[in-house]
Nanobody, 121 residues
Framework: VQLVESGGGLVQPGGSLILSCAAS????????MSWYRHAPGKERELVAT????????NYADSVKGRFTISRDNARNTVYLQMNSLNTEDTAVYYC???????????????WGQGTQVTVSA
């Protein structure tokens, strides 16, 4: 199983970035995919989720209207479009895959290694 994030970097306040998370080794379309972030001195925060079945999306209040999560099941990739970035968005961003088996009830989850996003003038 692999989740490989990319697209992070340094951006000025007000700028945009697109993060990508390429998945392999598990049935991607059956998994809910999420982006989390972890900033120094802060708790890890769930940023956005897209569900496996209907592709519903949910966002943290702190990013609503600025970030958009999307998935391409044909490419086994989840994206996070980030607009109007500010310094509070500086963090390491991680993607997570999660699934609960209807047969066994077992919960599966996988994490990527993270990609740094720094918003600074």
């Amino acid at each position: 199983v692999q989740l490989v994030e990319s697209g992070g970097g340094l951006v000025q306040p007000g700028g945009s970035l697109i993060l990508s998370c390429a998945a392999s080794g598990f049935p991607f379309s059956s998994y809910d995919m999420s982006w989390y972030r972890h900033a120094p001195g802060k708790e890890r925060e769930l940023v956005a989720t897209t569900t496996s079945a209907e592709g519903r999306t949910n966002y943290a209040d702190s990013v609503k209207g600025r970030f958009t999560i999307s998935r391409d099941n044909a490419r086994n990739t989840v994206y996070l479009q980030m607009n109007s970035l500010n310094t509070e968005d500086t963090a390491v961003y991680y993607c997570k895959a999660a699934h609960i088996s209807k047969l066994s009830g077992f919960a599966y989850s996988y994490w990527g290694q993270g990609t740094q996003v720094t918003v600074s003038a």
